[in-house]
């Protein structure tokens, strides 16, 4: 059974860091890819970054330049490296496992940016 676990998030003062992880199990983690999604009170869910398996990385336009996304496929685990956060980064992240029909979500971690 797929199970994805974060942690990481918290409270965090603007222009300060925070590193998300998301661990798998239940998967041969190395042969997916993985992503990272937010979600911010009163909105949609949106993307952030994503990794494939031969580590191909893509970001939002929002966090380029201040998040970073990284795998370890040897403890089965994302990392998502946030730094200059702001205000506007406030929302509950997600992990996202792409390309399997059953569960693919983490149960989100609380990130607030706030002074």
């Known amino acids: 059974q797929v199970q994805l676990v974060e942690s990481g998030g918290g409270l965090v003062q603007p222009g300060g860091s925070l590193r998300l992880s998301c661990a798998a199990s239940?998967?041969?983690?190395?042969?997916?890819?993985m992503g990272w999604y937010r979600q911010a009170p009163g909105k949609q869910r949106e993307l952030v970054a994503t990794?494939?398996?031969?580590?191909?990385?893509t970001y939002a336009d929002s966090v380029k330049g201040r998040f970073s996304i990284s795998r370890d496929n040897a403890k089965n685990t994302v990392y998502l490296q946030m730094n200059s956060l702001k205000p506007e980064d406030t929302a509950v992240y997600f992990c996202?496992?792409?390309?399997?029909?059953?569960?693919?979500w983490g149960q989100g971690t609380q990130v607030t940016v706030s002074s």
């Open positions: 990794i494939s398996s031969g580590a191909t990385i």
């Open positions: 239940g998967i041969i983690f190395s042969v997916y890819a």
């Open positions: 996202k496992l792409f390309g399997v029909s059953g569960p693919s």
